[in-house]
């Protein structure tokens, strides 16, 4: 009796109260999370897992040694995947950095690219920490993680340097500006592990490759990175 009446007042509040579409903002069927079906199975997917050689992969040739690199979606300005990650990142939508976290793992868990035994999420400092409340990176890696059976480890890796946005720096500069920003947690390093390092978009990756050289600092590490989105 109770489970009817819940159900029925969940259907209600549905009515009146619709959740929303992350990425088209159309309210959700009963039945479908963070996505509605066509956003789900029509965001344009780069299918890059399926590929060794790709254009998010490029990005690090040369730089740092990396078993593979992914991004689930492509990134373009004013469009859907961009309001997708926008909430997740500036609207408390937590949820949605678990939900694409776990298509992602799931869609990985049969291909190529490599399995990972820890998921390492791209930290922020402290400071930006405290002034948004959360990373939304945690939230990716978590919801992947999850589907892949893997450890999540967010203190894997931290910030020891507050840096100045990226956004409006030349590619080079962006680099300079990441030396020597992240250091490792020794007390939480496992030697000898297949480690899938994740942020939310790349665009240059000097953010990923600063991070990537740090856990790349734990003996018999094979790292690998993904995103949400790449731009």
């Given at each position: 009796m109770k489970t009817r009446i819940k159900k029925m007042s969940d259907d209600l509040l549905w009515i009146f109260y619709p959740t929303l579409c992350a990425a088209c903002d159309r309210p959700l069927l009963m039945g479908e999370e963070c996505l509605c079906t066509f956003c789900k199975y029509y965001l344009p997917?780069?299918?890059?897992?399926?590929?060794?050689?790709?254009p998010v992969a490029k990005h690090f040739w040369g730089k740092v040694p990396i078993q593979a690199a992914t991004s689930y979606y492509y990134f373009s300005k004013g469009e859907k995947v961009q309001r997708l990650i926008h909430k997740l990142k500036y609207k408390d939508?937590?949820?949605v950095g678990m939900y694409i976290g776990q298509l992602m793992g799931s869609d990985m868990k049969d291909s190529p690219f490599p399995k990972p035994?820890?998921?390492v999420p791209v930290p922020l400092h402290e400071k930006k920490l405290k002034l948004r409340g959360y990373n939304q990176s945690d939230f990716i890696a978590e919801g992947f993680a999850k589907s892949m059976n893997a450890v999540f480890e967010p203190q894997m890796v931290y910030r020891n340097k507050e840096t100045e946005t990226q956004t409006r720096k030349h590619r080079f500069d962006r680099y300079m500006n990441m030396d020597n920003v992240f250091s490792i947690n020794k007390e939480l390093a496992a030697s000898d592990k297949n480690i899938?390092?994740?942020?939310?978009?790349?665009?240059?990756?000097s953010t990923l490759i600063s991070c990537a050289e740090a856990l790349l600092e734990i003996p018999g590490t094979k790292l690998s990175i993904a995103s949400i989105a790449c731009a």
């Open positions: 997917r780069t299918h890059f897992h399926l590929q060794s050689i790709n939508r937590k949820d035994d820890i998921v899938l390092l994740i942020d939310d978009v790349i665009t240059t990756g």
